[in-house]
């Protein structure tokens, strides 16, 4: 399960990849390895194939790990630096995308990346002193056959996203179980709840004389009738889509 994380600050974009092995993983084929950085497959009759990463997750390597070491840093810097980052998880079905990103539901040490984002902000701000000067909203949309829904309206017209407020971590944790209830999941092979769209949850951070923020946490699909070419696009647009810190200029592909 690749990972892609990307994040802008004043006079860069930077990126880094992880890969997370899933976790009820068991390996008994010598076609397959992995170290810190790097996983390798072989094929018979060909050459081994080797792909790097900033950093590779075992199986059973806890939740909290993986979020220590992809999402928290951003998080913290969201609201200390004014920068903007997006989380985007590409993977076959059944490999863990949305374990990852959301979490398990009967355990609260499976809490993804977005439950443990919501606590690390909401931590963060209310050490503040200047804590009235933030005000925090969330946006919660799925691509489903081309057309965006926004999963937190309730309006007959539902294909314009809009900005949630939230005004503490109960609250943000209310929307979140509320628009995951609305996504539109099929039982498939070896995957009994997979997800049919491409889904983005994005947390805004507003700060008084400062150009909003953006965390933003997308799950793309690996059956949505879009295709991969679909979801490429998809993940661009969301990168796109993130506010600029103050004077960043950020060249973009015509």
């Known amino acids: 399960q690749p990972w892609l994380t990307h994040s802008t600050t ?95 539901a009967q355990h609260f040490a499976d809490r993804g990346l977005i439950p443990r984002s919501i606590t690390t902000l909401f931590e963060v701000l209310s050490l503040r002193a200047d804590r009235s000067d933030y005000d925090v909203s969330v946006s919660f949309f799925e691509i489903y056959q081309g057309q965006a829904f926004d999963l937190l309206s309730k309006e007959d017209n539902r294909s314009v996203p809009k900005r949630w407020p939230v005004s503490s971590e109960n609250v943000a944790y209310k929307i979140l179980c509320d628009g995951d209830a609305n996504r539109k999941f099929e039982d498939r092979p070896g995957s009994p709840d997979c997800s049919m769209s491409h889904v983005t949850f994005a947390l805004h951070i507003a700060r008084s004389g400062r150009a909003t923020t953006c965390l933003a946490f997308v799950d793309l699909s690996a059956v949505a009738e879009e295709g991969q070419s679909a979801a490429t696009t998809l993940a661009a647009a969301v990168v796109d889509a993130l506010p600029p810190p103050p004077h960043s200029q950020l060249s973009h592909p015509a």
């Open 10 to 104: 004043q006079a860069m974009v930077s990126t880094k990849s992880v890969c997370i092995v899933h976790p009820r993983s068991e390996f008994h084929d010598t076609h397959f390895s992995f170290e810190d950085s790097r996983i390798s497959l072989a094929e018979d009759g060909k050459e081994q194939r080797k792909f790097s990463f900033d950093r590779v997750f075992g199986p059973g390597t806890p939740q909290d790990t993986v979020y220590r070491d992809t999402a928290r840093e951003a998080v913290i810097a969201a609201v200390e630096e004014g920068t903007s980052a997006v989380f985007i998880a590409l993977g076959s079905v059944g490999s863990g995308k949305t374990y990852a990103v959301t979490g398990g």
